[in-house]
């Protein structure tokens, strides 16, 4: 199994789209592990956007991501981060297939709903900007069995 941090962003909660958003991972089999609202604070936008410092769109980058609250998720399953990556759709709106979040939802480039981990390397850097160790849950869904065939069993172990 691995974990990926989406990020629902200020656009998509003042749109009122977080039960939507949510609902599509959970929908595709993948696990909540952890999950709170909050408002990104300068410190935890800097290193979240750090690669992106030397670009032009950097200070509208992180007024975005600080302008309002953002619900924060560690999303656990087989393959997560690139199921979660795919079902976000392409970075701009208008680029976006039909299907996908940000497709669906989104018309913008700068606005642009939702953030996933694109790399194992990423998610295990950018999940502690947000959570602590215990608060992220290890349980798992009484449908397992049903999500996944057995022989996939191995792919199960975190
Ligand atoms: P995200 O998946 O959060 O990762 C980096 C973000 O930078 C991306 O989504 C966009 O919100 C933003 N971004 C990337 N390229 C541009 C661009 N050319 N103009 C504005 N924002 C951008």
Not at 134 to 140: A, F, G, Q, R
């Amino acid at each position: 199994m691995e974990r990926t941090l989406v990020i629902i962003k200020p656009d998509a909660v003042q749109r009122q789209l977080v039960g939507r958003i949510i609902t599509r991972f959970e929908s595709k089999g993948l696990t909540l592990a952890g999950l709170k609202l909050l408002k990104v604070n300068k410190n935890q936008a800097q290193k979240l956007y750090g690669a992106h410092k030397k670009k032009s769109f950097y200070r509208g980058l992180m007024k975005f991501i600080t302008a309002g609250p953002v619900v924060v998720v560690v999303i656990k399953g087989v393959q997560a981060i690139a199921i979660c990556r795919k079902m976000l759709g392409a970075t701009f709106g208008p680029d976006a297939d039909p299907g996908t979040i940000r497709g669906d939802f989104a018309a913008s480039i700068s606005y642009n709903l939702v953030h996933a981990s694109d790399s194992a390397e990423s998610s295990k850097y950018e999940i502690p900007i947000f959570f602590r160790s215990n608060e992220i849950i290890s349980y798992d869904l009484h449908n397992i069995k049903w999500i996944y065939h057995p022989e996939e069993e191995k792919e199960l172990e975190i």
